[in-house]
């Protein structure tokens, strides 16, 4: 079961609304309650209407239209994605990924779980734009919720002219086993590991097709563009990030793994408000476990938007946002999360097979008051090396949390290099590690 709060949490700031499932203020989020399970296909078609009749072509103007930048991370315009694939030899693949790998998000996991007529409407228009002939929904083996609602939901749906051949597959479920190239690369060699590639998918696949890889947030954003026109989504966003967004917020919150939609342009402190944080907390880890800490006192005023997240050197990455509560220690937190991460590489490149580890070493000394000034110097010289030498970017995505820790806690950091570990070393993780939180 999600995490709902109550209607009266929900309290957004003027031109922004806060959503969450059943909520009829939503786009992606509106119709049945939680505990009435997955939405049947006779509600969708009853709350919305059948899909539009609309050509490939017609379907890729409004996507290009509406400024749609995918939601799994890279925040890449879908529209330009199947450009590529389109002007690419050979016949086009789709993968919807739904494998949502970042242990604290849930929002992919709500979305397939509570909403997935919307997940295949949008899939099933992102393959006429491709004329791709058969689609792949691609999740985590250990995903029950989502793979029993979706599997359900393509009974629901059957074979209605036009539609391409469904296809489910399910995959490991380790941190970077859901990057693109990585389930790319599981369905056509059964590994799922990142693609030493200089080629972008939508150009050249594993298989030597051209492979479009979209997540189900995105996918679910195209069906909602398909039913409410391209102009009026755009405007359900703000200049630099175009329609609604998913937020799952983790941490010190109320419910951790609460999914919220947003829609106009809330601050972070807007979107924290609703999950029961009432003033600015010492700091926000934002974008996900390879994101960017951000002090607190700064977080609350800032958009949830690309261009006020750059500013400070942030990006929505996954859309998660996590609370780190005044008397925490973003050491400590952030040790723990780089010890998660450097376990979870692929294991096929230097850089996380002998880099990771001894940032992880260095960054667990740190928090224990351990090694002091050698600590820290070990844990900068590590991290200059690393960025730009991976298959993917998972390395560049720890040096990054942990460049944002030295800097944001820079008194924590100062406490810790002359060997005093803070009390709370070794208290329970604020965050989840493993499967995704309600995942199982």
């Known amino acids: 079961m999600t995490s709902v709060l109550a209607p009266e949490q929900l309290v ?37 209407g059948p899909a539009p ?40 693949v789709l993968v919807v990924n739904c494998s949502e790998s970042e242990p604290a998000s ?44 979706l599997r359900n939901a393509l009974i629901e749906r059957g074979s209605p002219a036009g539609d391409p051949v469904w296809r489910m597959s399910y995959g490991p479920g380790g941190y970077v086993s859901g990057e693109a190239s990585a389930v790319a690369r599981y369905l056509h060699e059964g590994v799922a590991l990142p693609l030493f590639a200089s080629a972008p998918l939508a150009r050249r696949g594993p298989s030597g097709r051209p492979t479009v890889v979209s997540n189900a947030e995105t996918a679910a954003h195209v069906a909602s563009i398909l039913h409410v026109g391209a102009e009026r989504w755009r405007e359900a966003g703000s200049p630099s990030c175009p329609g609604p967004q998913l937020v799952t917020l983790s941490g010190a919150v109320a419910h951790p793994g609460t999914v919220v939609e947003v829609t106009g342009s809330a601050t972070i402190g807007t979107i924290l408000r609703c999950a029961g944080v009432e003033d600015p907390p010492h700091a926000v ?32 990455g996954c859309g998660l946002i996590g609370v780190l509560p005044h008397g925490a220690c973003g050491i400590a ?4 999360i780089v010890d998660y991460l450097a376990g979870e590489s692929a294991g096929q490149c230097g850089p996380c097979v002998l880099g990771l580890p001894v ?40 040096v990054r949390l942990v460049a ?31 499967a995704p939180e309600g995942q199982s």
């Not at 940032?359 to 820290?376: N, S, T």
């Not at 820079?410 to 965050?431: I, N």
């Open 106 to 149: 849930r929002k992919d996991w709500t979305l397939c779980s509570y909403r997935p007529h919307t997940v295949l409407e949008g899939a099933a228009a992102i393959a006429g734009v491709l004329g791709a002939r058969e689609v792949v929904i691609h999740l985590h083996g250990r995903s029950d919720g989502p793979r029993a609602a």
């Open 285 to 316: 880890l934002m974008g996900g476990y390879a994101g960017t800490w951000i002090h607190g006192h700064m977080a609350w005023q800032t958009p949830m938007e690309p261009a006020s997240l750059s500013a400070l050197g942030a990006t929505r």
């Open 404 to 434: 944002s820790t030295l800097e944001v806690f820079q008194d924590d950091v100062a406490r810790h290099r002359k060997g005093s570990a803070c009390r709370t070393a070794h208290h329970r993780p604020l965050f989840p590690f493993g």
């Open 333 to 336: 937190e952030s040790a723990l």
């Open 53 to 92: 009749a609309m050509s490939g072509g017609e379907i890729f103007a409004a996507l290009r239209a509406s400024g749609l930048q995918g939601r799994g991370g890279g925040g890449f315009p879908l529209w330009r994605k199947l450009e590529t694939a389109l002007a690419s030899p050979g016949d086009p």
């Open 12 to 48: 957004p700031q003027a031109g922004s609304t806060l959503a969450q499932i059943g909520d009829p203020n939503g786009l992606l989020l509106a119709g049945p309650e939680p505990a009435d399970g997955p939405e049947s296909f006779a509600s969708y078609i009853d709350r919305l």
């Open 359 to 398: 940032l992880a070493d260095g960054m667990r000394a740190l928090a224990r008051g351990r090694r002091g000034r050698r600590a820290l110097r070990h844990i900068r010289r590590t991290a200059a090396a690393l960025p730009g030498s991976g298959a993917c970017s998972h390395p560049d995505g720890v």
